[in-house]
Structure formats: C-alpha cells, structure tokens
C-alpha cells in the first residue's frame, strides 16, 4: 500500500495551516492516505497520565523518536499553554506528574499532551471485523499523529471521513463532492445529528479549545426544529446569532465559553454595557460576568416566514425534562440493568419526546438510537440465555428474532430522522415518506441495522427496510472497504428482496 495525496497546506488568516483540494473529488475518491509519524497507547480516566508516562504511552513514544519527527510534532498547532480552561489546567497538573516522573522539563511534557488532544486520530492500524458485545471492549486503545492528516480542520458537515482499518495508516474518502481549493474537513467528534448546536460547541471548547465557525454552526440551529405554534405548518429553528447589539435587560444565552465552559448554554440577563472592556456585563444564576458579544445569543427565539418571533411556552422545560429520561434510561442500560427497560417502555419514551419537541429535534434522534441500542442489547442476552437451555417462550420481552427486527426498525426511525432534519424536512420518521440523501454521519449505524436484520429469518425481514440498506451500501464501502465481507453480505442479503 502506497501513500495517496491530492491535497496542499495552505494558510489562512482564521485557521492557521490546513489542507485543501489540489484536485475535484468525487463522493468515494481516495483524498489523502499517509502512515502515522506517532502512535501511542491511549490512557482512560485517572490513569491517563500513566499511561502517557508509561511503556508506548505519549510521552516515551515522544522521547523515542527521531529529531525530525519530534520537530514536526513539536510544530503543530495546540492550545496556548498559559490558558486558564479546565481542560489546560488539568492537562498542566498531569504535566507537573509526568515531568517529576520522567525528569523532563513540564513546559515540553505539557506542550507535546496539549498537542496530542488537538491533533490525534484515533488509530485501528487493522482491519475491523464486526462483533457485537455488551458494554465497553476491553481492547486496548490506539491514537496517532500524522504529517498532513492532523491539519485537517473540524466541520459539523464534513467533506471527508477518516478511517484507519487499512493496515497502513490514515485514510480521508469524500464523502461529498470536493472542489479544487476546496477546504478538507472532518468531524473531529460524534453525534452530529443527535446533539444540538451548544452541545457540539462546548465538546469542541471543552476538549479542543476552538469555537466552531462551520456552515452549520453559523446558521439557526437545525438539530432543535420547533413547529411554528403560530402557522403550525412550518419548522423552524432557533436563531443562533445577534443581529443586533442585545438591549440591556433583555435574556440571551451563552455559548462558546473558553474559560467558563459550564455556563454554555445557559440564560442570563444582560445588565449593563462595560465600555472601557468592550464587554457586557451579564447575570447568570448568583453571578456577574463580562462577556463578549460575540458569546451572546438571542433566548431562543424563532424566525418563521409567517412573522412569528416566539418559542412554544416551556419549550425549553420540555427539552430539559426530556434529556433527564434520557439520561436516566441511557444509566440503566450501562450498568446492565435492562430487565428494568421494557419494549414498551423504550415505545413510549420515543412518543413522549416527538410529542414534547418536534419530529425533527436532536433528542428524538437520540431517543431511537438509544432504544436501537437498548433492543439489541436485550437480544444479545436472550441469546445467551437461549445458549444456556432457557426456553424461547420463556424470555420476558419476546423472541431473539423480534428483538431484532425492532432494533433495526427503532434504528432507521433514527436515520429517517437525521435525513429530515438535513433536509429541513419537518415530518420525521413516522410521517415522512419522501426521498431524500443519505447521510454519510448515519452509516455505521445503519450497518448495525443491517446485522440486526440478517440475524433474522428472510421472511421476517422488512422489505423497506432492506432497501434502506441498499441505499447506504456505496457509503459502507466507503467506511469498510468495497473487500469487507460485512458489506458484501448485507449486499447479497439485500439483492435477495430485490431492492
């Protein structure tokens, strides 16, 4: 396997050194595969620094390698190392640790992990085979550094999609067209579609100390469609910036925090303008702060075509209430309780939250993958009961094979859902039977969808649902490989109901 480069770093004012198209892509192309400079082992929780201090941890890889290598990862960009975040707090505490232990300089240790959390890839360096287990894999973690690979910059609608499963190293595929010059952009995150706008820009502040600027974040947020409760026929979305200078008593939000990253997202009130800090001066709970304008937001308010300027009443409430069921299902699920999470219940919590929100919002995307995950977990074990003697008609919520189906229906109710709300399509999974693209975010779990379906009998299997299959194949062969015998099977599972 040989390295593959149609990009070139350019400069720019905002982003520093990043990498664009040297030549037009098309969906599927091969845009840049190059081998790692540094891979490492990837430390969790309080062990972290451990493991950076230790054997093919960060630091010792660091110290291991060679004088060109260090130098180039040594000039990739990282946040300022005086920074006052909690992240660059936590990571300067770890330095101090490191350091003593290793009797390096803290400046450097502290400087090369910095780097390391804006700059790495996760890193398979294998191909993936698809095993389903429950709870986290005990297999250990991989990160890597690469040359060009690393300056590719972040965007809620990427471009490109990063895989390591070739053996080799890096590799970006297009997944949307790409103009020469064109900017290469991938998501340096998850849950695109099933988290809202704040939530993907404090992940991004919190972990790697920038503000998005993409196409979606400076547009209204379209992960939280509201239906008009004016015209109700239309789905609109919340304004995201100030049009204007915020009027002193009136309540804005706040967003894009560095400092105070457990503010973003909440209301305050606007008290006074500071003049000589150039700054507002805003109330939020028992506290006044100086913030930026460029960190308020309008309260959540709407723009509808039809004049109408006002969320739902509790709007806000609802998606509060809603995230805690979420929340306290999804607590359930990972300490292995699910005889508490019934089929009906998991039903019921998808209804609840359409009927709270909206058929497009973030949380009822995350509602279904939460009960695609929750089914299919119920029918891992009922499985393994079966395997142990256990009678099928003595499982409390039905047969393996239904568990399924309901896993892979609950799942593309999920993927329906994200293609509405990329669409700006109001309707959601339950009403909406238009065509509309495919999103490349929604593959891999509509590859799961596709493993559920094929554990059960060909005539249980939903046609509809198959054919949805079909539609992702040229996107899995673009995550997996047009090689993987995954792939290939769900093809030929799918060519059997003639989709």
């Given amino acids: 396997m040989v390295p593959v480069d149609h990009t070139k770093v350019v400069s720019d004012p905002k982003l520093g050194r990043c990498l664009v198209a040297s030549k037009p892509l098309c969906v599927g192309d091969l845009v840049l595969r190059e081998p790692p ?3 490492c082992l990837v430390g969790k929780g309080p062990d972290e620094k451990r493991t950076d201090a230790g054997p093919n941890g960060l630091i010792s890889t660091f110290n291991s390698a060679s004088s060109s290598c260090q130098a180039a990862i040594l000039d990739m960009y990282h946040p300022p190392v005086d920074s006052s975040t909690p992240h660059v707090a936590l990571r300067r505490r770890d330095a101090v640790w490191i350091a003593h232990k290793l009797g390096m300089h803290v400046a450097l240790v502290l400087k090369v992990l910095l780097i390391r959390d804006a700059n790495s890839h996760a890193f398979l360096g294998k191909r993936d085979v698809f095993k389903e287990e429950l709870g986290d894999s005990q297999t250990e973690k991989l990160s890597a550094l690469f040359h060009k690979g690393s300056k590719a910059e972040h965007s809620c609608l990427p471009n490109v999609e990063y895989s390591s499963k070739n053996g080799f190293g890096l590799e970006y595929r297009a997944i949307r067209p790409i103009a020469e010059g064109e900017h290469i952009r991938y998501s340096y995150i998850d849950g695109l579609w099933s988290k809202s706008q704040a939530e993907r820009q404090n992940t991004l502040v919190e972990t790697k100390h920038f503000i998005c600027g993409c196409i979606r974040c400076a547009a209204p947020d379209d992960c939280r ?32 925090l560095l400092s105070r990253p457990d503010l973003n997202g909440k209301n305050g009130t606007v008290e006074s303008w500071v003049a000589e800090r150039q700054r507002y001066l805003v109330r939020i709970l028992h506290e006044s702060l100086a913030i930026k304008k460029e960190n308020l937001l309008p309260a959540d308010k709407l723009a509808c075509s039809c004049g109408n300027e006002l969320m739902p009443p509790g709007f806000s409430s609802k998606e509060d209430s809603t995230r805690d069921a979420l929340l306290r299902t999804e607590i359930v699920l990972m300490s292995g309780n699910l005889h508490f999470i019934s089929p009906r219940d998991l039903d019921q919590l998808v209804a609840q939250a359409v009927h709270a929100l909206s058929p497009t919002h973030h949380l009822v995307v995350r509602t279904f993958e939460l009960v695609n995950k929750a089914l299919a977990s119920h029918a891992v074990q009922s499985d393994r009961a079966v395997a142990m003697g256990v009678p099928s008609t003595s499982l409390p919520f039905g047969s393996v094979e239904s568990l399924r189906c309901h896993a892979a229906q609950a799942g593309m109710s999920a993927v329906k859902t994200m293609e509405c709300i990329a669409a700006r399509c109001g309707l959601g ?35 509809a649902l198959l054919c949805r299959v079909a539609q992702y194949l040229p996107l899995m062969r673009i995550s997996y490989g047009d090689d993987d015998d995954d792939v290939k099977t769900l093809q030929d599972m799918t060519l059997q109901s003639e989709c």
Wanted: hydrophobic letters at 35%; proline letters at 10%; glycine letters at 4%.
């Fill in 37 to 39: 400079i540094l891979t």
């Fill in 225 to 256: 469609a509201v239906m008009c409760p004016a015209c109700k026929t239309t789905p609109v979305f919340p304004r995201c910036r100030q049009d204007s200078a915020p009027e002193i008593g009136t309540t804005v939000r706040l967003q894009g």
């Fill in 429 to 463: 999974a339950s009403a909406c039977t238009r065509p509309h693209q495919s999103v490349p975010e929604a593959t891999p779990l509509v590859f799961f969808c596709g493993m559920d379906l094929l554990s059960a009998r060909r005539e249980r299997r939903d046609k």
